[in-house]
């Protein structure tokens, strides 16, 4: 790398420090100031912080196309935006209507204590922060050429310092430099790109038959999981967080939709990206495929400022995450767990929110380091989880009731056989009759919804 290069890194890094501190004191005055900066998140401000936390994986997205090509798009993006826009319409304003925290919260509401203990920890998994400390890891060891672990460890502390301080309020006040960053930084890329490699169309008729299909090379049903993965939009804490913190139900459901739009163009920025390095550098290393693609092209200071936009990229969603496993372990968890027994807790749980920043950060480092493939663990994590949450939150925001019991099956059961089918698909050779894990892990929620409506219609009967 160029002084150029260091100099525009260095720069950033002490942008992002001085922002994130910037103002931080006047965070501290409750747990609500702490986890939503007082709900008084203005439109712009949503915007931006919640497209720049959606991308923590962005080697992984760089992976993927480089391996299968526009299949992609249909798998980390069309998905999403369908459910994001069913999420603008019926739950954002609901959401920042029921000045709840946190989903953990709407479980503890509607279903009792242990429903919001057995939701928040499995939050927890979903807001790991894990998968995205291990994409800077590895990309600043690319860069630095520092042992791996010291990597880990650098960025976590970079990204998590001054949401000690700061909360909720210094993730968004970052995410604004960094949305800037990482849609310059791309940009910046396809322009050089274009100009030395030819237009994207000319790159797609370059490409293999099976990098211009929607597929891939997988099954259709493989294509038809990532689908229903994205249901994880709607109980997604980060987009939850955002609308309750939002100024008003308007601006939670404009934001959204306005997001969809700048999710589009940053995804087509990518994918082009993908496949620009697919075609010019076909022995690459596809994890690296963007940083290789940009030394390639780019000249020094410029190639700085595309580093610095990947890893503003990657920095926006561990802050994010960060704060949310923070919230959910502190407070979801350890709060609700001791403050009958304390009370000196049933005021405030701010203290124990920073504790839980501590404890996450360093099980965040651990996991990181063990942890294989980023896309992987989406996959993995989506396929368990979201069967468990999904259709007990969504209850949460309609008439229909359920027992403490029944909330718990409801959460467990799913989780519980998803998992097995997991294993045993690992143990043999393919999973049981060749179905995903998501399918039973979701069908067995829907059949004990659809038991517990019938046995209450038999009771009032």
């Not at 002084?3 to 965070?27: E, H, M, N, P």
């Not at 503003?312 to 027994?341: E, N, P, Y």
């Not at 009759?433 to 004990?448: H, T």
Request: some cysteine; hydrophobic content about 55%.
């Amino acid at each position: 790398m160029h002084f150029l290069d260091w100099t525009v890194l260095f720069f950033y890094l002490l942008a992002l420090i001085i922002i994130g501190f910037y103002r931080s004191r006047k965070t501290r005055g409750s747990s609500e100031e702490y986890i939503l900066a007082g709900r008084r998140l203005s439109l712009p401000a949503f915007v931006a912080t919640l497209v720049a936390t959606w991308y923590g994986g962005i080697l992984g997205v760089g992976e993927n196309t480089f391996n299968y090509g526009i299949q992609t798009w249909f798998i980390f993006g069309l998905p999403y935006y369908i459910f994001a826009v069913l999420f603008a319409v019926w739950l954002a304003p609901k959401i920042r209507a029921t000045q709840l925290i946190s989903i953990p919260d709407h479980f503890l509401t509607h279903y009792g204590k242990k429903p919001g203990i057995i939701s928040a920890v499995f939050i927890l998994i979903l807001a790991s922060p894990a998968p995205y400390i291990l994409s800077i890891g590895i990309l600043i060891q690319f860069v630095f050429g520092i042992p791996f672990i010291w990597a880990l460890i650098l960025s976590t502390a970079i990204s998590l310092v001054y949401i000690w301080f700061g909360g909720f309020g210094a993730v968004v006040r970052t995410d604004i430099l960094q949305f800037l960053l990482m849609f310059g930084g791309f940009i910046v890329l396809v322009g050089f790109a274009w100009n030395q490699a030819g237009s994207p169309w000319s790159i797609i008729g370059q490409l293999p038959s099976p990098y211009r299909s929607v597929t891939g090379g997988h099954s259709v049903q493989y294509i038809l999981v990532w689908f229903f993965i994205a249901l994880w939009t709607f109980i997604d804490p980060g987009f939850y967080q955002r609308c309750a913190a939002a100024q008003s139900p308007q601006t939670a459901r404009r934001g959204i939709l306005i997001s969809i739009l700048f999710w589009f163009v940053f995804d087509m920025l990518t994918l082009v990206s993908g496949l620009y390095a697919r075609v010019l550098i076909p022995d690459g290393n596809a994890l690296f495929a963007y940083p290789i693609l940009g030394r390639l092209l780019l000249p020094p200071f410029v190639y700085g400022l595309f580093l610095t936009g990947i890893l503003a990229t990657i920095m926006s969603t561990i802050d994010s995450l960060g704060l949310i496993s923070a919230v959910t372990f502190g407070r979801d968890i350890l709060w609700q767990t001791r403050k009958d027994s304390d009370h000196s807790l049933t005021q405030d749980s701010t203290h124990l929110m920073q504790q839980g920043l501590a404890v996450m950060a360093v099980i965040a480092i651990v996991l990181a380091y063990s942890l294989p493939s980023v896309v992987g663990l989406w996959y993995v994590i989506g396929s368990l989880i979201v069967p468990g949450l999904l259709i007990p939150f969504l209850l949460t925001f309609t008439n229909q009731t359920l027992s403490e019991t029944q909330a718990l099956i409801l959460l467990l059961v799913p989780v519980i056989i998803a998992g097995m089918w997991f294993v045993c698909g690992n143990f043999g050779q393919s999973y049981p009759l060749n179905i995903e894990p998501f399918y039973p892990g979701l069908l067995s929620s829907a059949l004990l919804f659809l038991l517990f409506r019938f046995t209450a219609h038999e009771i009032r009967d």
